[in-house]
């Protein structure tokens, strides 16, 4: 998520305070019963995400209305990061979900390619037709057929920071990368260092490297090298690693170093800037920092949880990177049609409603009212992610096959951990990253 999922990474526009994306498996729930009467009555709706905590109850909520609609019972089944391995072994095991939450694109045309996707009902693809960005609707095809309704979006280019360690230090919200790198040296002389980073997340660290790629070398560069048509040893790419390892080496930027950054996961990088015993001034995360912020630790977004957007690097214009999850529904599921129903049901705005109201949540659904947001931060991201429309460039990371994007202790994301460790050989690591990428995307 993902990973948040948004995981995986995930998730795309100016900021927000969406909520935490703990990254593993618990225990499974259903909805409370069956209203009575209502079309579905009687049915059961299987359905697997990456969500746990406050996002996976918040969902359920959204479950609970479709409930309440339709009659039908609904199921959550928590699938863990490795959301292609989960879903391999339950159609093996003759048990698949119905929908599956999909947080990477890369995964998405896996299931498409391997023939485990039924391609969309007409009513949920009229649906997306009206209410979502192209960007979103082509993020969801895969060789001509709709198969994702983007139902979740997150906004990577965001930059939390906790006022009291600014005011303190004399700093005010930087307006390019060089000002933020600055920013965060004076943070350090002040006594708090500049970045709490999540290394022993490696997704934390692509989208890192995604954000500067964006601004440096610009949304085409960026789209080729997703799809993995230039290569990984293009000069972009080593201008970019030897930008982030200029971060990476130095001991004022990321709070306890380098070994101390490859023991942080994500929730304990954002506690380390919010939680009771600050280490650092800011943390680089997507807009759900703020929802862990406001949760776990009490703070009031926008007083004691800040954020600024991601600023351009070297000149470039400022990144907007997006994450998000697309429902699919299962060849293979028990009651597929029921869940078609209530990917139909996700396609309007009323069950993004539901989420918005509850907190951490962002929609691509430009018919979601922005009042039903909770707060003037979350609508004022939620705002700019729809005015964003097709300049938006969805997670590198999440875009590959997974095996190169999305798997803890392989392809990118360990290679990039082995360069927070050792950010010296900038061409080295992109030669290997372009080996793995290789064998990955099979070109």
């Not at 790419?237 to 994500?266: E, H, I, N, P, Y």
């Not at 080996?435 to 995307?441: G, L, T």
């Amino acid at each position: 998520m993902r990973r948040p999922s948004t995981m995986t990474r995930r998730t795309a526009a100016t900021a927000s305070a969406a909520l935490a994306l703990a990254l593993g498996a618990t225990a499974c729930g259903g909805t409370t019963g069956p209203a009575s009467g209502g079309e579905l009555s009687g049915q059961t709706v299987t359905v697997a995400g990456v969500w746990t905590g406050s996002e996976q109850q918040n969902f359920k909520k959204v479950l609970d209305a479709f409930t309440e609609k339709t009659g039908a019972k609904t199921v959550f089944v928590p699938s863990g990061d490795n959301v292609s391995t989960f879903v391999g072994s339950k159609i093996e095991g003759g048990n698949a979900p119905d929908v599956v939450m999909v947080p990477q694109v890369g995964v998405l045309q896996q299931f498409a390619k391997k023939g485990w996707l039924q391609p969309l009902s007409e009513p949920a693809t009229r649906s997306a037709g009206s209410t979502l960005a192209p960007v979103w609707r082509n993020y969801g095809t895969v060789d001509g057929a709709y198969y994702g309704l983007y139902f979740k979006a997150a906004h990577k280019s965001t930059v939390w920071y906790a006022p009291e360690a600014f005011a303190q230090a004399g700093v005010t919200e930087p307006k390019s990368y060089s000002d933020m790198l600055k920013a965060g040296r004076t943070l350090a002389d002040s006594g708090r260092p500049a970045f709490a980073i999540a290394g022993e997340d490696g997704w934390t660290l692509t989208d890192w490297f995604e954000n500067i790629y964006l601004s440096q070398a610009g949304p085409e560069k960026y789209d080729q090298l997703a799809q993995h048509r230039i290569k990984w040893t293009d000069e972009s790419v080593v201008k970019a690693l030897t930008t982030l390892g200029d971060l990476f080496r130095d001991k004022q930027l990321v709070a306890g170093g380098a070994q101390s950054a490859l023991g942080t996961d994500f929730p304990s990088s954002v506690a380390q800037v919010f939680g009771p015993e600050p280490k650092a001034g800011m943390v680089y995360e997507g807009d759900f920092v703020g929802g862990v912020a406001k949760d776990q630790f009490g703070k009031k977004l926008g007083t004691d949880a800040k954020f600024f957007p991601f600023p351009g690097v070297d000149g470039g214009k400022a990144p907007v990177v997006s994450g998000g999850d697309a429902a699919v529904v299962l060849k293979d599921g028990k009651n597929n049609k029921a869940g078609m129903k209530l990917v139909e049901y996700l396609a309007g705005a009323e069950a993004a409603s539901v989420w918005a109201g509850a907190g951490g949540f962002l929609s691509p659904n430009k018919e979601v009212d922005i009042a039903s947001y909770g707060d003037e931060i979350t609508r004022s991201t939620a705002d700019s992610l729809i005015a964003a429309g097709d300049s938006i460039r969805f997670d590198m990371s999440d875009q590959a096959p997974a095996a190169f994007g999305g798997t803890k202790g392989a392809g990118e994301w360990k290679l990039l951990q082995d360069f927070l460790r050792d950010p010296s050989d900038p061409q080295g690591t992109s030669a290997k990253l372009e080996a793995e990428a290789a064998k990955a995307y099979g070109n």
